[in-house]
DNA sequence: CCGGACATGTAAAGAGTTACATGATTCC
DNA sequence: GGAATCATGTAACTCTTTACATGTCCGG
């Protein structure tokens, strides 16, 4: 149950269109939980019956006119009582993991192509944050907002950057190997 | 739909009941691809009417009565085909990280309690998988099969550091912020 | 006035979660 | 024979994904 939260958070950042946080959901926020348009607009439409958010500029809400929304108290309200609730983990799902044990099983032909694939866009997400670090988070700045999303891009950093050498490392392991 | 790949590969390394198989997901397999019992039953259904697995010792197929499959060829066939095949990475989810994003905006007050709490299941899993290469992967051994395996809990091994050390790094800032 | 980009939605299928139901076995 | 446990399963619901539908606006 976190899309409602993430929404609400992207709202209270800056008010927007459906179509604009899903552009903002294909970067930024996105980086860490991901959602398609549909999701949205549907979830927008609940947050609206729920009195979270309002939308603005109340232009005639036609099917191709633009709506913007904003987060009313009630929205931030919840976000807040969400952000300090205790959750437990999600388990984890990781299908490159699951593939290498099956690989340990039914062998590893054919495997090789797509981890270094995979490699590869890790490479490319791994530059991408670093980019967004040097431009957002220069030495220096230092209010509490941007400690704490830089905390979070840093951990979108290191984990790439685990991914690389782990990937790195299982291309050798089983370039080493029999075909079988 | 990974979840049958997981069911193929827990039954190639050793025929099993729902329960069993279950149980398994609990561990092992279930550190990197969770199911629940439900979700198995339903699943092995699926793959026997499929053809891929078989149910073995024939006993009156009844409702309380342990029922253990087998993995057919065309099971195998079809582990090896999906282990094989170029695979897109599924874009991440991380609620907590969504949390101290929207902490950003509406404030830490009440985050520090679940964080450390956090670190701690964080820590215990660490433990855990430290405590499985002790005992099940010891130096010297070396198969392929052993190398795959181990390359997988090494991937948890490392994950978990990297979520205590930067969880630990978190409380450190929370900490040292008004709480709003 | 038409094609493409912008913008908002609907429908249906798939995957996962939660709650509950039912029968068999074993131990007291 | 009653309770606890083992074992398999159904049902309902939520969330996510994929494909499609519809309307507006703007440039040529």
Same mark, same amino acid.
């Given at each position: 149950?976190?899309?409602?939260?993430?929404?609400?958070?992207?709202?209270?950042?800056?008010?927007?269109?459906?179509?604009?946080?899903?552009?903002?959901?294909?970067?930024?926020? %996105?980086?860490?939980?991901?959602?398609?348009?549909?999701?949205?607009?549907?979830?927008?439409?609940?947050?609206?019956?729920? %009195?979270?958010?309002?939308?603005?500029?109340?232009?005639?809400?036609?099917?191709?006119?633009?709506?913007?929304?904003?987060?009313?108290?009630?929205?931030?309200?919840?976000?807040?009582?969400? $952000?300090?609730?205790?959750?437990?983990?999600?388990?984890?799902?990781?299908?490159?993991?699951?593939?290498?044990?099956?690989?340990?099983?039914? %062998? $590893?032909?054919?495997?090789?192509?797509?981890?270094?694939?995979?490699?590869?866009?890790?490479?490319?997400?791994?530059?991408?944050?670093?980019?967004?670090?040097?431009?957002?988070?220069?030495? %220096?700045?230092?209010?509490?907002?941007?400690?704490?999303?830089?905390?979070?891009?840093?951990?979108?950093?290191?984990?790439?950057?685990?991914? $690389?050498?782990?990937?790195?490392?299982?291309?050798?392991?089983?370039?080493?190997?029999?075909?079988?």
């Amino acid at each position: 149950m976190s899309l409602p939260h993430a929404i609400l958070t992207a709202l209270l950042e800056k008010p927007s269109s459906g179509l604009e946080l899903t552009r903002r959901f294909d970067r930024s926020i %996105g980086y860490f939980w991901s959602a398609t348009h549909q999701q949205i607009y549907r979830e927008l439409g609940r947050l609206e019956a729920e %009195g979270h958010i309002r939308a603005l500029a109340p232009a005639q809400p036609a099917r191709g006119q633009k709506k913007s929304y904003e987060v009313l108290p009630a929205g931030r309200a919840e976000l807040a009582r969400w $952000t300090a609730a205790a959750q437990d983990p999600k388990p984890h799902r990781d299908a490159l993991l699951l593939r290498l044990r099956a690989a340990a099983v039914v %062998g $590893t032909a054919g495997l090789q192509a797509d981890l270094g694939r995979h490699l590869e866009l890790h490479r490319r997400q791994l530059a991408e944050y670093e980019e967004i670090e040097r431009r957002d988070f220069p030495p %220096g700045r230092d209010t509490a907002e941007d400690r704490l999303r830089h905390l979070v891009l840093r951990a979108g950093i290191d984990l790439e950057t685990f991914w $690389t050498q782990w990937l790195t490392q299982a291309l050798a392991e089983v370039a080493a190997m029999p075909s079988e």
